[in-house]
């Protein structure tokens, strides 16, 4: 049913909008603003993707797991898709995906319909959950890291 929505029902919808609205302000400018739409959506999606990267990158210095930030990244990428697509829906649907108000909107509709978690940590707000068995270097220049020791037999068979 989703691909049916996906590949079928949206783009006969698009067609119809786009119909309309080239009947009422012409063909000529509703391709311009088509084009104008997924120039400008990919502007903003290239300045937004770089900032996200830079806030996940500044709380991963800080110990905290990017869930936010990751969410956010995860709606730009929607948003530059759905810019790329021509059309009046998507091109809404992407500039919606854009604005940080409907981004937490939506993280918080999700988050509190459901509990994400990976190990030793919890997505809800990025906090380490078991402190005990996971630990933040002091020292921003040490690498904390596992090792297995691997012999040439076991390589060999």
Do not use: W
């Not at 500044?58 to 759905?82: N, W, Y």
């Amino acid at each position: 049913m989703p691909f049916f929505i996906l590949f079928i029902v949206i783009p006969l919808c698009e067609l119809f909008v786009f119909m309309s609205v080239s009947e009422h302000i012409g063909l000529g400018t509703a391709l311009l603003m088509a084009l104008l739409t997924a120039i400008l959506g990919g502007i903003i999606v290239r300045y937004q993707g770089i900032q996200t990267l830079m806030n996940a990158q500044s709380s991963l210095r800080q110990g905290h797991m990017p869930s936010k930030e990751l969410f956010d990244g995860l709606c730009i990428v929607a948003a530059g898709a759905t810019l790329i697509t021509p059309g009046f829906i998507t091109d809404t649907i992407g500039f919606l995906l854009l604005m940080p108000p409907v981004r937490d909107a939506l993280r918080n509709k999700l988050g509190s319909s459901a509990k994400f978690t990976a190990t030793g940590f919890s997505a809800e707000y990025g906090e380490f959950n078991d402190m005990k068995n996971h630990h933040r270097p002091q020292d921003p220049n040490v690498i904390d890291a596992e090792f297995e020791t691997i012999e040439e037999k076991d390589i060999n068979g």
